[in-house]
């Protein structure tokens, strides 16, 4: 089957990705959605020209639409940019949500409304199995945004390693803390892996608090061989 990829630029939908592979699924095209207003992705603030490297890195063609924050029109611009690649003979499209309903349930409304195939190789699995595993395929990502009031500037820029997920496990105990950061308490942005041909070298920039967030700037990055 041919599939698209809803990408963020972050673990779990690579990592979905990365499952729909290799489970035999045809990745034709990442689709990536920014703001129209700040040209980055919502909630991570990681640049869209960023993810387009990213992609590029991968040899995977990224599809990049602007969208508005209203949620109505955000849904338009979704539909019309799916419908287009399904003229395409796309037939599914693949999600990394692990346990959060409500955004399984918009996804499988969205996908059933395109007469497309929701694929959410992810699903039900344990948070921590899920960072355990992709830290242990080889994965690298980076901490680019978090909650001000779970996380201190200093976890910006972090590694996912053995180290992080000691951590970030001990500073959950006794916590509302999703070890994955599905509720949104954590961003990152992948910077190499078994789906990467060439490696993200990223320049980190300023390091700002905006909205309860913790956010760090990217504006750089070069494409190194592997």
Known sequence: MKVIVSWSGGKDSCFACYAALARGYEVAHLVNFVSRQFGRVSFHGIRAHLIYRQAQAI???LVQHK???DMALYEQTFKQAVSAL?????????FGDINLQEHRDWVERICGELEITPLL?????APERVLSDFIERGFEAVIASAKADIFDEGWLGRRLDRS?????????QGK???ICGEQGEYHTLV??????????????GVRVQRHGYWFLDI????????
């Open 59 to 61: 040899g995977i063609p």
């Open 67 to 69: 969208v508005p924050p």
């Open 86 to 94: 399904k003229r395409n003979g796309v037939e599914g499209m693949v």
């Open 121 to 125: 190789p992810l699903w039900g699995m």
């Open 164 to 172: 992080f997920l000691f951590d970030v496990k001990k500073l959950g």
């Open 176 to 178: 509302e803390l999703d």
């Open 191 to 204: 910077v190499d892996g078994p789906l990467f041909r060439k490696r993200v070298q990223v320049t980190y």
């Open 219 to 226: 504006p750089r990055c070069r494409l190194e061989l592997k």
